[in-house]
């Protein structure tokens, strides 16, 4: 089984920064695709970062310029790093991963959640 545990959510003010964390660990093989999704009250889950299986990354409008998707292979772990944070940014962050297990099958796999809240 593969399991994908996420932290750094919080409590930020406005202007501040934040890095969160998804660390992916059991039988992998590969892994495709890391990304970051949030959702925030009252609206749909959305991608707010992806990285790719060749190493491409895309970000949503709403965080170009202020967010940047790493990923750390050997570790099997991607890392959000959030900056100028707004209010607009409270939500709950989901980070999503795309794995390959010794069986060859993609398994597409959520982490639990991280609040990340910013209010002075």
């Known amino acids: 089984q593969v399991q994908l545990v996420e932290s750094g959510g919080g409590l930020v003010q406005p202007g501040g920064s934040l890095r969160l964390s998804c660390t992916a660990s059991?039988?992998?093989?590969?892994?495709?695709?890391m990304a970051w999704y949030r959702q925030r009250p009252g609206l749909q889950r959305e991608l707010v970062a992806i990285?790719?299986?060749?190493?491409?990354?895309n970000y949503a409008d709403s965080v170009k310029g202020r967010g940047t998707i790493d990923r750390d292979n050997a570790k099997n772990t991607v890392y959000l790093q959030m900056n100028s944070l707004k209010p607009e940014d409270t939500a709950v962050y989901y980070c999503?991963?795309?794995?390959?297990?010794?069986?060859?099958?993609?398994?597409?796999?959520w982490g639990q959640g991280t609040q990340v809240t910013v209010s002075s």
């Open positions: 999503y991963v795309l794995v390959r297990t010794p069986t060859l099958v993609p398994v597409p796999l």
């Open positions: 059991g039988s992998i093989l590969s892994i495709d695709v």
């Open positions: 990285s790719g299986n060749g190493g491409s990354t």
